[in-house]
């Protein structure tokens, strides 16, 4: 069975700072795919970022880039630039094949003016 | 990237009533949704898996009998929560999942605050 672990349960940073929020799995599945959800006050689960395991290159989406270190088991969210927006809790999740998406337990990030 | 609706975002239903939670894919189609249910400060439960044309998949612990899931074509599935009780009172979120060759993300709802009195 695959776990995630989200270490941190809470995190805070000023804005404009970097934040990384850290994420380990284990799994013993050679393909699969690696997701950083954000939920804000609203609810709304938003994907933010995706990683396929097969590439090696780090997936980046603007202010948000991740540090994928498969043999590690290691899957990072950096926030750069953080903005007020993006206070929310942040979910790692895992997915291989059909299989179910499993989660983290999250980590809540407050962004401080 | 893809949405998924779910209707209605707020409920509040009688004790003893039956309340419909729908979850459409409004841009892909979804041979697989999956409903949720999250308490506060936690993660997201997994209720059951729906697939299209076939029975849900219910997870350990949970009343099929009680969380009726339909998922009747490629682009919906509903949550019926029958003979409600105040415990059933949560946020339920749906999602759906692309197809493997468009990436296998998967998509999530709105989310429906369900609140039973």
């Known amino acids: 069975a695959q776990t995630v672990t989200q270490s941190q349960p809470e995190m805070s940073v000023q804005e404009a700072e970097t934040v990384t929020l850290s994420c380990t799995y284990d799994?013993?599945?050679?393909?699969?795919?690696l997701f950083w959800y954000k939920q804000p006050p609203s609810r709304q689960m938003i994907l933010v970022i995706r990683?396929?395991?097969?590439?090696?290159q780090n997936a980046t989406e603007n202010r948000f880039s991740v540090n994928f270190q498969k043999a590690a088991k290691s899957f990072s969210l950096k926030i750069s630039d953080s903005q007020l927006g993006d206070t929310a809790m942040y979910f790692c999740?895992?997915?291989?094949?059909?299989?179910?998406?499993?989660f983290g337990k999250g980590t809540m990030l407050l962004v401080s003016p | 990237g893809a949405v998924v609706s779910q209707h209605p975002s707020r409920v509040i239903c009688k004790s003893g009533t039956s309340v419909k939670i729908e979850c459409r894919s409004l841009?892909?189609?979804?041979?697989?949704m999956f409903w949720y249910r999250q308490f506060p400060k936690q993660s997201l439960m997994l209720m059951a898996t729906?697939?299209?044309?076939?029975?849900?998949?219910?997870e350990q612990g949970v009343e099929k009998d009680k969380f009726l899931i339909n998922h009747a074509s490629l682009t919906l599935s509903t949550l019926t929560v029958t003979s409600a009780h105040p415990e059933d009172s949560s946020f339920y979120i749906c999602?759906?999942?692309?197809?493997?060759?468009?990436?296998?993300?998967?998509?999530f709802g709105e989310g429906s605050w369900l609140t039973v009195v």
């Open positions: 999602s759906a999942r692309e197809d493997e060759s468009s990436g296998n993300t998967i998509y």
């Open positions: 799994t013993s599945e050679n393909n699969y795919y």
């Open positions: 990683q396929e395991a097969y590439k090696q």
């Open positions: 999740a895992f997915i291989s094949g059909y299989s179910t998406l499993t």
């Open positions: 841009d892909f189609q979804a041979t697989t």
């Open positions: 729906s697939n299209e044309g076939s029975k849900a998949t219910y």
